[in-house]
């Protein structure tokens, strides 16, 4: 298993397929497995980079060193390791910290950005409230259901038991670390988006709880040239509950900007 080294951690990941590169970052509730649906489509292509998020998965990680600002210096290291000069980042809910850090400060080896189901660590208001009531909900109820629609493990109780599974998998992260997280967030400033370079595409969905439409609506508007795309049916983990619709938005887009 490859492993890139960074400040502090030490990360997991896999580039599978050939062409220009593709990376996918994942959400708060998952980790590499998160993109199995994603896989097989993309690498078919280009040269897809799956990995897990600093103490997540089986990047170690002691939990003093746990900060996402530091999420897309650990995404630069990948890239170092592989002898990757520029990547497409694909982003789902916390991997948007990722995504639109390392655009913001290094566009030199973004090509294009897609944040789901995110904000990507911009506060606005409506932003701020979502997050609180969400963190308020995973904690009590779960991650899977709150970022799966009650229909979705309604029809599909498997696949929200291979959810719940793969997000089981993130053993670093005790109630307690998850505690310490909440308090470490750097917003991305409204003055830093207004310098960003990188074509943009942010994804939402017609039930999420976590950032609902109208919060990523909010986001989207402080973004120079950003697209946005609203899928129906799913909840916060489109990638995962309307696959079909998740992978040809974020292939469209690729096709126009990922080299």
Not at 77 to 96: K, N
Not at 166 to 182: F, G, Y
Not at 206 to 224: G, H, K, Q, S
Not at 232 to 253: K, Q
């Amino acid at each position: 298993m490859p492993f890139a080294q960074a400040d502090g951690a030490s990360i997991y990941y896999d580039a599978i397929g050939e062409g220009a590169a593709v990376a996918f970052a994942h959400g708060a509730g998952g980790n590499a497995a998160s993109w199995w649906q994603q896989v097989p489509v993309f690498s078919a292509r280009y040269r897809m980079i799956v990995f897990d998020h600093r103490l997540y998965g089986r990047s170690p990680c002691e939990p003093e060193n746990f900060d996402r600002t530091k999420f897309g210096d650990d995404l630069m290291a990948i890239l170092d390791a592989e002898g990757i000069e520029r990547t497409a980042i694909v982003c789902q809910s916390m991997g948007g910290w990722t995504g639109l850090r390392a655009a913001l400060e290094r566009p030199d080896r973004v090509s294009c950005l897609v944040l789901s189901n995110t904000s990507g660590g911009v506060s606005t208001p409506l932003v701020a409230e979502n997050i609180k009531v969400a963190r308020a909900r995973f904690a009590s109820e779960g991650f899977g259901n709150v970022a799966l629609h009650s229909s979705f493990i309604e029809r599909h109780p498997s696949l929200a038991f291979l959810y719940a599974q793969i997000s089981s998998l993130n053993a670093q992260l005790t109630p307690e670390v998850r505690e310490k997280m909440a308090g470490r967030d750097d917003p991305v400033t409204q003055e830093a988006l207004a310098g960003l370079g990188v074509p943009t595409l942010l994804i939402t969905s017609e039930n999420d709880v976590v950032f609902p439409p109208a919060a990523i609506r909010e986001v989207a508007a402080l973004m120079p040239g950003a697209e946005l795309v609203e899928l129906p049916e799913a909840g916060h983990s489109p990638y995962f509950e309307t696959p079909e619709a998740f992978n040809r938005t974020v292939g469209a887009f690729l096709e126009r900007h990922a080299g």
